[in-house]
């Protein structure tokens, strides 16, 4: 029987997501691609340092202890721009961060999002703009990877997970009111339906993935009084009242769990993560990434009218 991706919570991820290229990366803008091959083949048995999306993906994989048995609920896939024999490096640095990966996708220079759907992947996400934007431009879940403050405490088991509403979790037609008209006709729009579910965003597959592992840690609370969930999800939102009640309502009508709420209307975003410490932060909207990014792990997913250009 061929390995089935269904039913399972699939991220793809590429390299410059996961480890900290930097040095990679000076060396092929220096050196070219020989240049790069040598010195990846010299240090072949010297690990990464971790990247922005370490964190985040390492406490994922270890949401697998809640299955009933060896088959994983997570799958995290390595989809790389690097041929297979530069793609050693990567795979030997996985192994050595002890992480349980044994997937991986080598295209030597070209992206390998075209796979997203046949890998039933929910999340890329890469370092990347390019192969993230003709991603999302594709329909395919996507997010570009910033450089960002690091947010991994080895003592710390928990997955704190933390999302931007409009643009991410939702489309971008209310957004586009505000953006195209002002703060009280976005209100307005959305005093008028608020009765009506907002059209998934890119990310609202993602997050009901998430749901399902979620449910799994309730049952297991049942059977052990003892267990601690782990996963945390917060909304962080430039929303606030009366624009609250239609987000509130269509994330109820989905179904999805969500732990705190944040309608912050203005206030500064980064204020707020730099207490809830996410291991990762999803926004659409570069104003609020630029400071967030200077304190926790964050995700710009550049969809919808608030990256439009002109």
Known sequence: MPYSLDNRLVVGIASSA???LAESHAVFQRDGEEG???????HLNEPFDRGVAFSFIRRLLSLNDLASSDDPLV?????SRNDPDTGLRVMNSIEHYGLVMTRAIFMQGKSPYRFIPALNISLFLSGNAKDVAEALE???PAGLVLPSAIVDDDEDQDLRISFDFDGVLVDDA???IGQEGTLADFHEHERKNVTTTHDPGPLKRFLSEVKRLQELEEAKKLTDPEYRNRIHVSVVTAR???SHERAIRTLKNWGLMVND??????IEKAKVLAVLRP?????DQPVHLRPASAVVPSVHVPFGVANETS
């Open 75 to 79: 799958e995290v896939i390595l989809l």
């Open 279 to 283: 291991h990762i932060f999803f926004d």
């Open 138 to 140: 594709l329909g395919f």
């Open 18 to 20: 996961m480890f900290d």
């Open 261 to 266: 709420a944040f309608f912050l209307g203005g």
């Open 240 to 242: 606030n009242a009366p």
């Open 174 to 176: 209310a957004e586009r």
């Open 36 to 42: 790069y091959r040598r010195f990846q083949e010299e």
